[in-house]
């Protein structure tokens, strides 16, 4: 019951940017996803075969804006690289309800698996002491 999360960036003062760079693989050559941060200026896009903008760069790629979700990126890349580096600016990251109902849940999941585990005897809760 893995789980992952973005750590999420707060935003800059007016004009300063946070630098990016994330590696995604590639399957059957393509990449379909979002970007992990928010308010990025697609302009400010690019890819590479190799990290630090390094290899080839990588110019077939499309960004799609949601329209109930402007500040998100979605990306669509073709390349036989894997993995491809995606590097990009932003100036931090826009928090919302859905973030916070991603955490709750998995938080409510967490605690249940928790007690059906200490309800099959599993575990039995256990206790703490401080050592000294």
Excluded: C
């Excluded at 019951?1 to 003062?13: D, I, R, T």
């Amino acid at each position: 019951m893995g789980y992952s999360f973005a750590a999420k960036l707060n935003k800059k003062a007016a004009g300063e940017v946070y630098s990016i760079e994330e590696a995604f693989e590639t399957k059957d050559g393509v990449y379909e996803g979002p970007l992990s941060h928010d308010n990025v200026p697609p302009s400010s896009i690019q890819a590479y075969t190799g990290p630090k903008f390094t290899g080839e760069r990588v110019t077939n790629f499309t960004v799609s804006i949601p329209s109930e979700t402007p500040w998100k990126r979605e990306i669509r890349i073709y390349t036989t690289a894997n993995p491809v580096y995606v590097v990009y600016e932003t100036p931090g990251d826009t928090v919302e309800a859905e973030d916070i109902n991603l955490l709750q849940d998995r938080l409510a999941a967490t605690q249940d698996e928790l007690e059906r585990y200490k309800s099959s005897g599993i575990i039995d809760g256990g206790s703490f002491k401080e050592e000294v």
